[in-house]
């Protein structure tokens, strides 16, 4: 049995009124660390850290190339502490060794490319229509900002936020997910050792109601960057906009993966299995809404049916295992209300429906991987996001209708499809409402290219260089070069 501190002020705390939880690893339902249980005072503590470390010290007089080279090293130690991060994440958060290792050797990443951006931030110079005024325009920091994170993948999502909030010259304080706080606290070890100043990285754990409210409406907080549900993000938008705070939201998804009939139809069984089953469907990006073009659809159903049916479920720190349990117990009781929700509804389960019926797998939360055939787009498991390993099936005739029940979902996050006409994935990629469209491939991912969610999947795009102007502010500073300051009462 772990137990860990929060990180705040560049101090390692307790809980004001010192209460802990515990985290437990959903292979086995065992309790293995205890986590401080942050409240509101904690939380403010945190932010008025990071404001004064903002506002006074060191941080703020650093050159943008001393910002640069702290970030650079922090992805050094993280590349260092790979191995120990992801067991870390495997143990809290149930996903397979393999995806967490492959994660954490690709998280430096970010702190590479963002550490090599922060002395490359310009401003212009204008040549405005007025004369004997120079105009100039800055672009600074924000403050403090917030990253509050979801428990699939801790310290990626904390990666994309944090890299850049730090690249512009901003203060953090992260709230990671009540399930997977470990990770962020172990993570927050690498940001001491780094050398970055107290109070510029701050860790607050605790649960969502009481320190997520307080890091988001708090005056100190100029901008709130959140991955996780619409109804949570759609709270922190609610708040947010109170106060006129800034945000980022990256939320739910359902996500459409299409197969045309004139698709490799080998490499398309392998992109929609691992689409929804790989992370066992925990992802927003997950492929859960399968179109199949009729032509092809029993022959490409019998496949993937046979392919799923092969997954070893397991231990996920054993680089054999193929599909891992999912993270919580509310999660697990979802995803079976969902598949419940689905044989209510008329589609048929070919595949799986339930808990497996295995005795070592009864001790942790797994569900066996489940598709649903004739599946009616209209129906709340082709709506809903069920965040689980279950997949639709919906059968469709022409390109036109392939992209209408794409697009009809309140979500747009992602979508993927397979085919090997030019002409088809020029028109296709264009018509679908999505941030991120995978041609004959998908789940990629890169630090250097834009994501986030059309609709009700977001506000923003986290990623690419542009998204470090997502935690500055543009300021435009005007200099008079006249020698009189002359007509006292006109507008100049
Ligand atoms: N887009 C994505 O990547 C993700 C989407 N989801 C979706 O969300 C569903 C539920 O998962 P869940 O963990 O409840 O997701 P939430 O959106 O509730 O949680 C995500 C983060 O927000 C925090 N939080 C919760 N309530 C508040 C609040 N009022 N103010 C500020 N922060 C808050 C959580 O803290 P705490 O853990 O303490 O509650 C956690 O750190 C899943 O089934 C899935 O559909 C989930 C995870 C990731
Ligand atoms: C297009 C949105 C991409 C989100 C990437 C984050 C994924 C995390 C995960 O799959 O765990």
Redesign the pocket.
């Known amino acids: 049995m772990q137990t860990y501190k929060m990180f705040i002020d560049g101090k390692w705390e307790d809980a004001a009124n010192g209460d802990t939880f515990e985290t437990k690893n959903p292979f086995n339902g065992q309790t293995w660390a205890a986590i401080p249980k942050g409240g509101r005072e904690d939380a403010e503590r945190a932010v008025e850290a990071a404001h004064r470390a903002f506002t006074s010290g060191p941080w703020p007089k650093l050159t943008a190339s001393a910002r640069g080279h702290l970030l650079r090293r922090l992805g050094d130690l993280i590349a260092e502490n790979a191995e120990h991060l992801a067991t870390i994440e495997v143990t809290d958060n149930g996903k397979l060794i393999n995806e967490m290792l492959f994660q954490l050797k690709y998280i430096p990443q970010w702190y590479y490319y963002f550490g090599g951006l922060a002395d490359k931030i310009e401003g212009a110079v204008i040549p405005i229509d007025k004369a004997d005024t120079l105009n100039f325009t800055r672009n600074e920091p924000l403050g403090v900002c917030v990253g ?6 801790p310290l990626l ?1 904390l990666a994309y936020k944090l890299a850049p909030a730090l690249a512009a010259g901003n203060t953090f304080v992260a ?5 997977t706080s470990a990770s962020t606290l172990e993570f927050a070890k690498l940001v001491e050792q780094a050398g970055f100043p107290a109070g510029v990285f701050n860790v607050v754990t ?4 009481d ?3 307080t ?2 409406t708090h005056r100190y907080v100029a901008k709130i960057a ?8 759609r ?2 938008g609610e ?1 947010a906009a109170r106060n006129f705070k800034k945000v980022t939201l ?4 359902k996500s459409p993966h299409i197969v045309f009939d004139d698709a490799e139809i080998d490499n398309a069984v392998n992109g929609v299995i691992s689409g929804i089953f790989a992370a066992t469907g ?3 990006i997950a492929g859960s809404r399968l179109l199949v073009q009729r032509k092809i659809h029993d022959q490409f159903l019998e496949k993937i049916v046979n392919l799923a049916k092969t997954a070893r479920m397991g231990d996920p720190l054993l680089t054999s295992t193929q599909v891992g349990p999912v993270t ?1 117990p ?2 697990l009781e ?1 995803i079976l209300g969902y598949i419940n929700i689905a044989k209510g509804e008329g589609a048929e389960c070919v595949l799986g429906g339930g808990r497996p019926d295995n005795a070592e797998l009864s001790r942790g939360w797994f569900v066996e991987p489940t598709i649903f055939s004739g599946v009616r787009n209209d129906m709340r498991i082709a709506q809903e ?4 390993p279950v997949l639709a099936v919906i059968p469709f005739d022409s390109d036109e209708e392939a992209v209408h029940i794409a697009n009809d979902t309140n979500y747009g ?1 992602a979508a993927g499809f397979w085919t090997q006409d030019m002409r088809r994935i020029l028109k296709v990629s264009a018509a679908i409402q999505a941030g991120t469209i995978w041609v004959n491939t998908y789940r990629v991912i890169s630090y250097m290219s834009p994501l986030g969610g059309y609709k009700h999947s977001g506000i923003g795009r986290e990623n690419g260089i542009a998204s470090i102007q997502n935690y500055m502010q543009t300021k435009s500073v005007m200099i008079s070069t006249a020698e009189d300051v002359a007509n006292p009462f006109i507008m100049r």
Do not use: D, H, R, Y
Not at 148 to 153: E, G, M, V
Not at 206 to 209: I, R, T
Not at 385 to 388: A, D, L, M, T
């Open positions: 509050i994170t979801p428990w699939n993948s999502l709230k990671p997910s009540e399930f605790g649960f969502g109601a320190v997520g409210e890091l988001t959140f991955t996780g549900s619409e109804g949570t993000g709270k922190i708040l990256e939320l739910g998804g925990q992802t927003c919580t509310p999660q979802k996001e069920v965040f689980g996050l």
